[in-house]
């Protein structure tokens, strides 16, 4: 009977051949010739006889020109074995001709057909399995990895380098044909120096690679005479391989520049020291301050007089040689005064909006900031912005921005803050006049914005510029505010009666005065005079009351029912507003109203009853008649 083994299968197939028969074939490529072998033997080998691996090749690894072994042992099998690499048939049983570096070794009767390479390369890298053939059983297939050391490392530019101090140093080693790649460290001392980069390549055998590993120095680790080594490692060579650099540096020249005396005041005299260490000699030495060249210096030593500038600006020494410049710099600890950064700015707010200041300035030593308001002693704020919420009208004003440099200094802006709201009249509630002569009213009103209208009223009139009669309105603009003046010509005895009301409008609202003109001098006048002055008072108080008396009744209605409606018009708005300690009920009129002392065509004046301070009110207690004619008066209008 003939064998044929088909070494290509993954399994080998067995063919077997007699004269008259094919026994299994398979068409499979081409099949090695095995030999003969009886019938009845082959039939014994596969009948009942069941093979099994006692040794099976293992995963190793071998470094390059080493002997490597490979087991295979099957226990009672006397049949063909067949050892596999990478696919392929080395040979039949013991005969591995072919592959003189390979031999099958070990006691063939015990069933052991161990592979021994003798002197393992990169071509035995590669996975390698042991089959019975006749017993129709393969081992486990096993990576045998062959390890090559890396070439010597070369240090490019090696073995002395040469540096200029002050540049970096680059180095690169590179170790070739490693398998696996080569691991690369430098060492300074006997320590490893960090920070290195690497790049590997794959040759074209697949399975070597070459690596290349750069350093860099910075110039301050750099050392005259420095070694510096480069060490590559890998399995093949644990204990690495190694090469070494001196480094041999020719320096530009070293500085050191300082600075007496320290801290010194604004004004006074310091001294700079630049010393240098160089090879070859120093050539030049040159001074600058802030980049501008100091023409007056020259040498190892600089004095000078040194103002609030030398804190922040540095002065530079720049010291050269045959090989380069070296430049150092240094300020000085000048104490100063205060020095403005940043400029504060004045503001202009709506009255209920927040205001912030900023102001920003620098001094040494460290300086402190005050905010205050102009006139007042109260500290409003320690830091560089003030803040005030919810401005009201009185917080407008001057603002100061205080800083102060202990026992050094002190400086100080000023801003403005300005509120727009309604207007605010602060005018004289009694003011004098000649009778017969000309006299004047003023309204003063501070407003911002400025007043959109001004107007005066009195009895039946109202007049907002302009001449109407014997009456003149001027209006005149300030700095502090607006003087709005009612001349009146040829004074009349009616006119020191009279309730005269000046009103300004601004879009944020309203403001409105009530002042009485008196008689300049009048309370030296004899007592016939004050007789004949009491004749006419005493009839129209007379009549106010009678009036009084005759429509009590009606008139208290009158009152509750207008009470009513005003709180009903008013609604969510204010009825009194406060200023200083002075409070005033206003009373809006309405269209139509054909009220006595009122124009009634003006629906927006308003008439005051003006309650102030006691001060005001001892001035208002003067003039009874007139508060009771006021009154009187009101009242017969209202019922008319």
């Known amino acids: 009977m003939l064998h044929l083994l088909c070494a290509r299968d993954p399994l080998p197939t067995f063919i077997a051949f007699n004269k008259h028969q094919e026994l299994g074939l398979q068409k499979r490529g081409c099949c090695l010739v095995l030999g003969y072998m009886a019938k009845d033997k082959f039939r014994r080998m596969n009948e009942g006889q069941v093979y099994s691996f006692s040794q099976q090749p293992q995963d190793q690894a071998v470094v390059s020109g080493q002997p490597a072994t490979l087991l295979c042992a099957i226990p009672e099998y006397d049949g063909f074995v067949l050892w596999i690499k990478d696919g392929l048939a080395l040979g039949v049983g013991r005969d591995l001709s072919s592959y003189p570096q390979y031999l099958v070794v070990g006691n063939h009767l015990s069933g052991e057909h161990h592979l ?66 080569a691991s690369i460290i430098w ?21 070597r690679e070459s690596i290349i590993s750069t350093l860099f120095i910075s110039p301050g680790d750099v050392e005259n005479g420095q070694r510096i080594v480069c060490r590559a490692t890998n399995k093949a060579i644990p204990g690495g391989k190694e090469t070494s650099v001196t480094i041999d540096i020719q320096h530009a020249p070293l500085v050191n520049l300082s600075v007496e005396p320290q801290p010194v005041l604004e004004d006074n005299v310091v001294t700079f020291f630049c010393s240098a260490k160089a090879n070859p000699a120093v050539t030049q030495y040159r001074w600058a301050k802030r980049g501008q060249i100091i023409k007056e210096a020259s040498g190892e030593v600089y004095r000078t007089t040194v103002d609030y500038t030398y804190f922040s600006e540095p002065v530079s020494c720049e010291v050269t040689n045959a090989l380069g410049s070296t430049n150092i710099s240094r300020t000085v600890d000048v104490y100063f005064g205060p020095r403005m ?26 300086l402190t900031i005050v905010w205050m308001k102009r006139g007042s002693g109260v500290v409003l704020s320690n830091k560089k912005t003030l803040t005030l919420k919810t401005v009201r009208q009185e917080d407008a004003g001057k603002y100061v921005c205080r800083a102060v440099v202990p026992r050094v200094g002190a400086g100080e802006r000023e801003v403005t803050l300005t509120v727009n709201g309604p207007p605010i009249i602060s005018s004289t509630q009694t003011q004098h006049a000649l009778h017969g002569e000309k006299g004047q009213i003023k309204c003063f009103i501070r407003s911002t914005p400025p007043p959109d209208r001004i107007a005066w009223s009195w009895k039946e009139n109202v007049l907002e510029s302009g001449t109407s009669g014997r009456y003149t309105v001027e209006t005149v603009s300030t700095e502090e505010g607006v003087i709005s003046t009612l001349t009146i010509s040829n004074i009349v005895r009616a006119d020191f009666q009279t309730i005269y009301n000046c009103t300004a409008w601004n879009s944020f609202g309203s403001d409105t005065e009530i002042i009485r003109l008196k008689e300049q001098g009048s309370e030296m006048k004899s007592g016939a005079g004050l007789e004949a002055e009491s004749v006419p008072m005493a009839v129209i108080i007379g009549v106010a009351v009678g009036a009084g008396v005759a429509f009590l009744v009606l ?12 709180q009903r018009s008013t609604g969510g708005r204010p009825g009194i507003s406060g200023r200083g300690t002075e409070k005033k009920a206003r009373l809006r009129l309405p269209r139509r109203a054909n009220l006595k002392g009122v124009v009634s065509a003006k629906n927006d004046i308003r008439v005051e009853i003006v309650h102030k301070d006691p001060a005001s009110a001892r001035e208002a207690e003067e003039h009874p008649s007139i508060k009771q004619l006021m009154t009187a008066s009101w009242e017969v209008d209202g019922l008319s």
């Open 116 to 181: 021994k390479i003798l002197r393992a390369e990169l071509q035995d890298d590669a996975v390698y399995e042991c089959q019975a053939i006749q017993a129709a059983i393969r081992s486990r297939p096993a990576r045998l990895t062959v390890l090559v050391p890396p070439d010597d490392p070369v240090i490019l530019g090696g073995p002395v380098i040469s540096l200029r101090a002050g540049d970096p140093l680059n180095l690169t080693c590179h170790a070739d044909n490693a398998k696996p790649a």
């Open 187 to 207: 060492l300074r001392k006997g320590e490893v120096i960090n920070g290195a980069t690497y790049s590997k390549t794959l040759l074209r055998d697949g399975k």
């Open 341 to 366: 950064i940043s400029e504060p700015q004045s503001l202009l707010v709506d009255l209920g909006s927040d205001a912030v200041f900023s102001c920003a300035w620098t001094g040494n030593p460290s």
């Open 555 to 566: 008139m208290a209605t009158i009152v509750a029912f207008c009470c009513a409606r005003s």
